[in-house]
């Protein structure tokens, strides 16, 4: 079984099974009103490549952010082909905020 973990901090939410690391999304929270969660990359060990990991992480990252109020902006190949394919879990972002992650992003690189 899988258990997710959001390190916010360090902008990670991992994935972990037996104790062990297993996956992770690297993400930043984008500055401004509103904000959101952007998830920029996603990360899952070979040996745990195909069961599911990434999506259960994908899925998890845009139930956090309902929790948390926010918008997802999936900059990630893998979120953003993942939300495509369930739109009922994942609404697309407003696109001022997807360029206004882009911005973020692009202007600092070490926000991930």
């Not at 040996?47 to 998890?60: D, I, N, P, Q, T």
């Not at 990252?61 to 929790?67: L, P, S």
């Amino acid at each position: 079984m899988t258990e997710i973990r959001d390190d916010r901090p360090h902008g990670r939410i991992e994935a972990y099974e037996d104790g062990r690391g297993v996956g992770h999304i690297s993400y930043f929270v984008l500055d401004g009103d509103p904000s959101a969660l952007v998830a920029v990359h996603t990360v899952v060990e070979p040996a745990h490549e195909g069961k599911g990991v990434a999506s259960s992480l994908v899925r998890e990252f845009y139930a956090m952010a309902v929790r948390d109020g926010l918008a997802v902006v999936p900059l990630c190949p893998y979120a953003a082909k993942w939300a495509e394919r369930h739109p009922d879990e994942a609404p697309a972002a407003p696109p001022e905020l997807v360029q206004a992650a882009k911005a973020q992003l692009a202007s600092d690189p070490r926000t991930w």
